[in-house]
Structures are given as C-alpha cells and as structure tokens.
C-alpha cells in the first residue's frame, strides 16, 4: 500500500469514528413514568436526583458508577433522574459520555416541583442532590437529601438485600 493510499485509508477510517460518536439519547419522562420503572418487587431501586448546573450533583455522580459496578450481578437498578431545564436536555447526552456514567439517565420532563416532589417523598424540601433507595416488595423506602457516598448507600442497600 503506498502512502497516499495509507493516508486516505486512515482518514476514512477517522471520519468513520468520528461519525459514530453520536451523545447517548436521554428519554424523557414523567415523574409517574419513573415511579413505574422503579415499581418492580425484585428488585431494589436506587434514584438519584440531580442536575447539570448543580456542582454538589456532578461531583457525586462517580459515586453512582462505583454503585453500578457494584451491583452489577445484583437485582438492584440505579437511575439518575435528571432535572436540567428543558432547553438543556438536549445537550445531556454528551454530558453523560463525557462524565462516562455507566447508570441509566432520563430526563424530568415535569416542570412544577409542587406536583412531583411530594410524589418522590414528603420530606423533601426541593434541593438537589436527593436519592431515594427503595426495595417495593419488602416495603422499604429511604430518602436522603443532600449529598451521599457509595459506601453510605450501599451499607443501607446491604441491609435491605440481606
């Protein structure tokens, strides 16, 4: 192969890659959709709530990749819920590839904190980051406003699971 050849072959094969890094699509969902999802009796659900702008939420999402390497062979499902304005969403999915989150993320698509936060926990005054850990089928809930390491949920999950 001579040179020239070499070198349209590697750029083609560039622009091949470039073209396929595509941000991730996020599904936007209604606070009733993500009650649904983390409905199931087997399985228990760890929801975080979070947003792009909030720098306490992006400095804990690592914590959630550690929970899903974690609970990867477990039933335990983690969703990061966020609540980004509606004229970010579509910018979230190149932010989740570049923070290379592993767990499943939607979008809010509910705009009134007064209807959706009472549906997620009574407690819950509004700030963000929140995380519910909920197991349906052994009637548990928990709820955490604030900020929360990978250890300290999965030594609530552990006692939940066992």
Sequence with gaps: MNKAMKKTALIFLMLICT???????IAACSID??????????????????????????AELPEFNTLYDHYSSMPVKILLVSLDFKEDYPKLGRFIERKKLQPEVVWLSDTDPNVFIPKIDNSWQGSIP????????KQFKKFIEGSITAKQVIKIADRVLN
């Design 19 to 25: 073209c396929s890094i595509r941000a991730q699509q």
């Design 33 to 58: 959709d993500v009650i649904h999802r983390t409905s199931g009796k087997d399985t228990l659900y760890i929801i975080n709530f979070w947003a792009t702008w909030c720098a306490p939420c992006v």
């Design 130 to 137: 929140a995380t519910v850990i909920v197991a349906p089928g």
